[in-house]
């Protein structure tokens, strides 16, 4: 019996021991297997967050990628911009070509008629007058360069050779000659570029002259050095002269009115002699001689003979008077007269240009050499 008692005792033992063991197997089972779980969970992020990371790679890449795009666009509008605009101005270039072309074609033309109406004023009344020879934007532009030399200080009152000191010095009277001047040339660093296309522009009907009227054809003709005046009002003038009263080379006179806005009253005006003869000598005639009165107007280009046929005289202004004078010479008469000149002659040149039209002022210029005012 007790051996029985032992035996159940040790089954029952034994029974208990396993049911404790199959317990801790199953968890351990369940364990591993939440283990496993938790594992693959974990993969499952990982994977998850490599997937996330390559997303946003990913989008990154399109935003940069888009941002090139709208970058690239942008390029292209700004260059199908510029192309627009590069066509606009090759349009606009075409466009101003053919116009300048045109103007060309028809400066060229009125370049023609005028040396035609140039050449026929000087065989038919020695003298022409030609109106808006540069056109009103361009005188006025030459207007504001020859103010712009006077605002510049190189303008001084115009002399006169002789005079109360002696013949070999030069002096100024007003009420002989009023004006004040400097000379300029193309060729000058300091001269204006309205200027030298002026004096380009003149050149050309110079030289269509010269083709024109037998008595330039064939002369070598040289132009001078273009006086800028101004006649600053006051009753300025310049009494009657002639610009080549002795074979001092000249052969015409070109002014270039620059006054705009002049009306009657103002002054200024050029009384020109219409009675001379062709040839330098003074004609024997009682007939009353014929003058017309040339208005300074803005952009009027007035062309004569330098000679005897055209003794002329600059009337009181009373209002500043501008004006480009330029003359172009025989050279061969020209060298021969400085070839003659003496020391004396040269500075009395002036004075010869009015006493050969005006002898009744030898007596004037006798008082001055005598040191004496005649109060005019």
């Known amino acids: 019996v007790d051996f029985s008692w032992s035996l159940v005792k040790m089954t029952r033992k034994g029974k208990g021991s396993s049911g404790k063991s199959a317990r801790g197997r199953g968890q351990q089972d369940r364990l591993s297997q939440l283990r496993a779980q938790q594992s693959e969970q974990d993969d499952q992020a990982k994977a998850l967050a490599a997937m996330m990371e390559e997303a946003r790679q990913k989008r990154d890449a399109l935003e940069a990628m888009m941002a090139n795009l709208q970058a690239e666009v942008g390029q292209l509008m700004q260059g199908t911009e510029k192309a627009r605009e590069d066509l606009k101005a090759a349009e606009a270039k075409k ?53 712009g030399i006077r605002s510049s200080g190189r303008m001084q009152l115009a002399e006169l050779a002789g005079g109360r000191k002696g013949d070999n010095l030069r002096y100024s009277k007003q009420s002989v000659r009023g004006d004040i001047v400097t000379w300029v040339s193309p060729d000058d660093e300091w001269c204006p570029d309205d200027i030298k296309l002026f004096v380009m522009r003149l050149d050309e009907i110079i030289a269509g002259i010269g083709n024109r009227v037998e008595d330039i054809k064939g002369v070598d003709i040289q132009r001078g050095r273009s006086m800028v005046a101004c006649y600053p009002g006051g009753s300025a003038r310049y009494v009657r002269h002639c610009d080549n009263p002795d074979k001092n080379g000249r052969m015409l006179t070109a ?40 208005e300074p107007l803005l952009d009027r280009l007035l062309i004569f003979w330098s000679d005897r046929r055209c003794p002329h005289e600059v009337l009181p202004a009373y209002k500043e008077r501008y004006a480009l004078t330029t003359w172009f010479f025989n050279k061969e008469e020209r060298e021969e007269a400085v070839k003659c000149m003496d020391n004396s002659s040269e500075e009395q040149t002036e004075r010869k240009r009015i006493l050969q039209v005006n002898p009744c002022m030898e007596a004037m210029y006798m008082f001055e050499y005598l040191g004496l005012d005649l109060g005019v």
Do not use: C
């Not at 035609?116 to 020695?126: D, I, R, S, T, V």
């Not at 006054?259 to 020109?272: I, M, P, T, V």
């Open 95 to 147: 466009t101003h070509a053919a116009e300048q072309v045109d103007n060309v074609a028809l400066s060229m033309a009125a370049t023609q008629d005028r040396m035609q109406q140039a050449a026929e004023g000087l065989l038919n009344n020695n003298y022409v007058i030609i109106d808006d020879f540069l056109g009103r934007e361009f005188a006025l532009e030459v207007r504001d360069a020859v103010k």
């Open 255 to 294: 002014l270039l009115y620059l006054n705009d806005g002049w009306k009657a009253g103002d002054g200024g005006e050029l009384k020109l002699e219409l009675t001379r003869q062709n040839g330098r000598d003074l004609p024997e005639t009682e007939k009353e001689p014929e003058f017309v009165v040339v």
